[in-house]
């Protein structure tokens, strides 16, 4: 007599084999996915918090003076144009224009001019949640950077 089809035990321990493998290899990828998810976030609000870093460090260098507030909450540059953090913004007003330059919330912002050097002090805040918590990452600038002319 020929076997030409597999029994239900057999199908059932082929199946039961298949899920005690599987449910690691999910849990893996599951966890894979949420890393590779924050890392993500964390990185493209670095790089707009960096953006914004920049476009301060050119308009200085660009126009020549600035005045720190004396609260260091806001940049007033030579040609008028400033930066004010107020609540969970940061605006830059240039050319009688006021934008954000940050999407992600803004938790603090802080300057200072020591020496002719301007460090920006930034507190962004993501706004989804990774892991139940939100993203936050504090990120510091100086401007002229260190050991360029």
Not at 47 to 54: G, I, L, V, Y
Not at 73 to 89: A, K
Not at 96 to 104: A, D, H, I
Not at 110 to 116: L, Q
Request: hydrophobic share 40%; with cysteine; glycine share 8%.
């Amino acid at each position: 007599m020929s076997r030409r089809a597999f029994t239900m035990v057999e199908l059932v321990i082929v199946l039961a084999i298949m899920t005690i493998l599987l449910v690691p290899v999910g849990y893996m990828a599951i966890g894979g996915y949420h890393s590779f998810t924050a890392l993500s976030m964390q990185a493209s609000t670095k790089a707009e918090c960096q953006r914004a870093a920049e476009t301060l460090f050119r308009l200085a260098a660009a126009q020549g003076g600035y005045q720190v507030d004396q609260d260091h909450h806001g940049v007033t540059f030579s040609d008028g144009s400033r930066v004010r953090w107020q609540g969970d913004r940061l605006d830059l007003t240039h050319r009688g224009v006021t934008r954000s330059l940050l999407t992600e919330s803004v938790k603090d912002f802080t300057a200072v001019r020591h020496h002719d050097i301007l460090t920006l002090n930034l507190t962004v805040e993501g706004k989804r949640q990774v892991h139940g918590s939100l993203v936050r990452l504090h990120e510091i600038y100086d401007y002229p950077r260190v050991g360029l002319p």
